[in-house]
């Protein structure tokens, strides 16, 4: 699990998960998603933004230092949301 070593907890994970199998909030953070090239994916302020607003639609109340850890696992990764490869690595990376 390479997102814990970001720093990132498994419970946070885990909860993460779980909200993400109501219908509803996975429409909402497929809408969110809709469009982020890896340009998008590399660029801090933008993986801020799209953290901040996805934490929202799943009510996860995230500290600085967590947003941090994500933000550094996200740009870390170099991922290509157009690139099935890398999609399909971190859908196994988090299964």
């Known amino acids: 699990m390479s997102y814990t070593k970001y ?3 498994p419970e946070l ?3 993460v998960k779980f909200k993400m199998k109501n219908p509803v909030a996975k429409d909402r953070i497929k809408m969110l998603m809709n469009g982020v090239t ?3 994916l590399q660029d801090r302020m933008k993986v801020k933004k799209l953290i901040r607003t ?3 639609i799943l009510q ?3 500290t600085e230092q967590q947003e941090e850890q994500l933000i550094a ?3 870390g990764q170099k991922i290509d949301p157009s690139n ?3 999609l399909i690595k971190l ?3 988090f299964r």
């Open 7 to 9: 720093g990132i907890k």
């Open 13 to 15: 994970v885990e909860r």
């Open 38 to 40: 890896k340009y998008d």
């Open 54 to 56: 996805a934490s929202g």
């Open 60 to 62: 996860e109340n995230l």
């Open 73 to 75: 696992f996200v740009i």
């Open 84 to 86: 099935t490869l890398h």
């Open 91 to 93: 859908w196994a990376m």
